[in-house]
């Protein structure tokens, strides 16, 4: 396998100018002249056990607190603002990797005189703890992601000695080297474990809920929950003082936009997300306040379950995705902060082509179809979550142009938890959501979207020819080879319309004029170490 595409780790070990600054000086305390950044949140931190389901919060916190063998690349964008992921992977806890030519052997060597926050070394044994952890604690979902990997046991990673690990996919996969950078995978102390251990509980699932020993940059010393959490830099971090941007990060729970709008102007916050789209133009022309709308790959669409009548007819199916008025929502609804979608493989995604696309507005196709279907008069139930106010103000276009079509549509706005109780279920006929791939890969986006049985395909959608390319795909790391398939795949979800693919909101990102260093990583969790002020 050629390894050079995505790095060539002896000479951009060099890129980490600041390993100069000796272990001996980690313990430093941060320099006074740095600054606290304060970061306004809607989403608290439910826990931060880094293997199970948490929240968006609590993701943010892990990306900080667990470092992973590998990191994603990251280079300024063009107006030097944002920090953007790229599709390549340097060093982190790892100083080298080897690759085998079939992909089946990987050699990993892990950094010298790494050290958890405890001051416990990081080692080969720590990822062989971690990946243990991952693959055979009951409450682990990891195995959700190894499956990309061609990991499905632990007795696939082997550690050579102290600072060698050996791991042994099945085959090659695309996915392999992306995912030594997933936080999940960052580096956990075998010996805290066993010390929070108990008879019910011996991976500590319980204690790592509240608690953490990092090998990541930050410690959290303050969790209060509903209100703030303070994130201050881990004296033992492998990368030393100097990297960090900032003394300390405080993190402020504010669920409401208008809030968190408000403290941004005053300048009582620095860093502010999920504002509402139709205030951006205006904050825009706030001189102390500065706004990124980052395009991104997630995905919103229309889903129509596909063994629930009508939307078992692929007519019917076809026919709502002419209906639909996409640039309108975007426009009207979006504020022009979008892209638009046109099929499953989103803009921005590897293999994304929009040639199959031909579902732009059309009321009249829509029409012809519906008689073609024998479905005239139909009256059908379009859910959207009410915490998602653009979904229920997009529903009421779409319920607008469905009329027209003859269809008509009563939009049901449901609480979080009653849209995923049914959701989960299957049991929506007609519903709005959206989907966003931590992998930037097509295989694992349709895996979890359009593969027979996935849980989280809750249209339903099943096409047996779909799923081998999914699965061929998954272990093809030729380009060219991959694209063909993808396109084949594209083409068949396309036409037979298991969705109407909305849109790809931007993701607005609003700062203090002095706020520097947002680093967007295919996670999407945020990293605060890059996070300072212009001095």
């Known amino acids: 396998?050629?390894?050079?595409?995505?790095?060539?780790?002896?000479?951009?070990?060099?890129?980490?100018?600041?390993?100069?600054?000796?272990?001996?000086?980690?313990?430093?305390?941060?320099?006074?002249?740095?600054?606290?950044?304060?970061?306004?949140?809607?989403?608290?931190?439910?826990?931060?056990?880094?293997?199970?389901?948490?929240?968006?919060?609590?993701?943010?916190?892990?990306?900080?607190?667990?470092?992973?063998?590998?990191?994603?690349?990251?280079?300024?964008?063009?107006?030097?603002?944002?920090?953007?992921?790229q599709l390549e992977y340097l060093p982190s806890l790892a100083e080298s990797i080897d690759v085998s030519e079939d992909g089946k052997l990987v050699t990993l060597k892990v950094r010298e005189g790494a050290?958890?926050?405890?001051?416990?070394?990081?080692?080969?044994?720590?990822?062989?703890?971690?990946?243990?952890?991952?693959?055979?604690?009951?409450?682990?979902?990891?195995?959700?992601?190894?499956?990309?990997?061609?990991?499905?046991?632990?007795?696939?990673?082997?550690?050579?000695?102290?600072?060698?690990?050996?791991?042994?996919?099945?085959?090659?996969?695309?996915?392999?080297?992306?995912?030594?950078a997933f936080q999940v995978f960052g580096a956990m102390d075998p010996a805290t474990t066993k010390a929070n251990a108990t008879a019910e509980d011996e991976w500590a699932f319980d204690w790592y809920r509240k608690n953490a020993n990092p090998s990541g940059p930050y410690n959290l010393t303050k969790w209060e929950p509903g209100v703030e959490y303070v994130f201050e830099p881990n004296p033992n971090y492998w990368q030393g003082p100097d990297f960090f941007q900032n003394s300390k990060v405080i993190v402020?729970?504010?669920?409401?936009?208008?809030?968190?709008?408000?403290?941004?102007?005053?300048?009582?916050?620095?860093?502010?997300?999920?504002?509402?789209?139709k205030d951006v133009d205006e904050l825009k022309k706030d001189p102390n306040v500065k706004v990124e709308a980052i395009e991104y790959t997630r995905l919103f669409y229309l889903g129509m379950n596909n063994k629930i009548a009508p939307f078992d007819n692929v007519k019917v199916r076809q026919a709502v995705s002419y209906a639909v008025p996409y640039q309108t929502i975007i426009d009207k609804v979006l504020y022009g902060y979008a892209q638009r979608a046109y099929g499953p493989i989103p803009v921005g995604m590897p293999t994304h082509n929009p040639s199959f696309w031909n579902y732009e507005t059309d009321i009249d196709k829509a029409k012809e179809l519906l008689t073609e279907a024998g479905a005239?008069?139909?009256?059908?139930?379009?859910?959207?979550?009410?915490?998602?106010?653009?979904?229920?103000?997009?529903?009421v276009w779409i319920q607008s142009s469905l009329a027209e079509a003859g269809v008509n549509a009563t939009i049901n706005r449901m609480t979080d938890a009653d849209f995923f109780d049914k959701l989960n279920k299957h049991e929506l006929p007609l519903f709005i959501h959206d989907w966003y791939s931590w992998g930037n890969d097509p295989a694992y986006q349709l895996t979890f979207l359009q593969k027979c049985g996935a849980f989280t395909n809750y249209a339903d959608y099943c096409n047996p020819r779909v799923d081998e390319i999914i699965e061929e795909v998954t272990w093809t790391v030729d380009a060219e080879k991959r694209q063909a398939l993808m396109d084949e795949a594209q083409?068949?979800?396309?036409?037979?319309?298991?969705?109407?693919?909305?849109?790809?909101?931007?993701?607005?990102?609003?700062?203090?004029k002095d706020f520097t260093g947002f680093a967007k990583m295919d996670d999407l969790c945020l990293r605060f170490g890059y996070m300072g002020k212009k001095q």
């Open 1 to 85: 396998m050629n390894t050079n595409r995505y790095f060539k780790l002896i000479g951009l070990v060099v890129i980490f100018s600041l390993l100069a600054v000796g272990l001996a000086g980690v313990a430093q305390a941060q320099s006074p002249e740095k600054p606290v950044v304060v970061v306004a949140l809607d989403s608290d931190i439910d826990h931060v056990e880094p293997m199970e389901f948490r929240s968006d919060a609590g993701y943010y916190a892990t990306a900080n607190l667990y470092e992973p063998l590998l990191a994603q690349k990251l280079m300024p964008d063009a107006n030097g603002v944002v920090l953007e992921g």
């Open 115 to 180: 050290k958890f926050a405890n001051g416990d070394e990081i080692t080969a044994e720590s990822f062989k703890h971690t990946f243990d952890r991952a693959m055979t604690a009951p409450r682990s979902y990891i195995p959700l992601l190894t499956q990309f990997m061609g990991i499905s046991g632990a007795d696939q990673v082997v550690v050579k000695d102290k600072y060698t690990l050996e791991l042994m996919p099945k085959q090659a996969a695309a996915l392999f080297v992306p995912m030594l």
């Open 252 to 277: 402020k729970v504010v669920p409401s936009p208008e809030d968190r709008e408000l403290l941004l102007k005053k300048g009582d916050i620095d860093l502010a997300l999920g504002l509402p789209f």
């Open 376 to 395: 005239s008069d139909l009256n059908v139930e379009l859910a959207v979550r009410q915490s998602i106010p653009w979904d229920a103000d997009a529903a």
């Open 491 to 512: 083409k068949i979800i396309v036409e037979e319309a298991p969705w109407a693919y909305l849109h790809q909101p931007n993701w607005i990102v609003a700062m203090s």
